[in-house]
């Protein structure tokens, strides 16, 4: 095996860690994710800025839609695909950036829990990397 691909692996220690600090509710979801080989980091980076602009638009309709805090949590997104690039964590990174930016059951746009469930997966994946700088604060 090349060392690009195993740097491309899952570890499954470092998911089940990910896995044990996220909300039991947004497990099963975030892990299909992580299996299902996520899109490549640069992908995920140019698709953060259309989606943020996306959920600009739609707030100027939906008032409970926070776009700042959709513009934080884009940040952090960035900054995590930045510094865990080609590291053995990036598949796991990749797995919560795209969390973020796909619909989900309970989407943000127009659900309930608006961005606290990808608030949640994103500090999971912070506090286990030991990127605590990046953690976020929880809406409610």
Do not use: H
């Amino acid at each position: 095996m090349s060392s690009a691909r195993a740097r491309k692996s899952l570890d499954p220690i470092l998911l089940q860690r990910v896995l044990d600090e996220i909300p039991i509710e947004y497990r099963e979801r975030f892990a299909a994710l992580t299996q299902a080989s996520p899109p490549e980091a640069s992908a995920l980076l140019a698709e953060l800025p259309v989606y943020l602009e996306m959920v600009r638009k739609v707030s100027a309709w939906v008032t409970a839609l926070d776009p700042e805090a959709a513009s934080r949590i884009c940040a952090t997104c960035a900054a995590l695909l930045q510094r865990f690039a080609a590291s053995p964590s990036e598949l796991v990174v990749r797995a919560t950036v795209q969390y973020f930016i796909e619909e989900d059951e309970d989407d943000e746009v127009t659900g309930v829990l608006g961005f606290d469930d990808d608030i949640q997966v994103i500090n999971a994946v912070c506090r286990v990397l030991n990127a605590e700088d990046l953690v976020l604060p929880l809406i409610r």
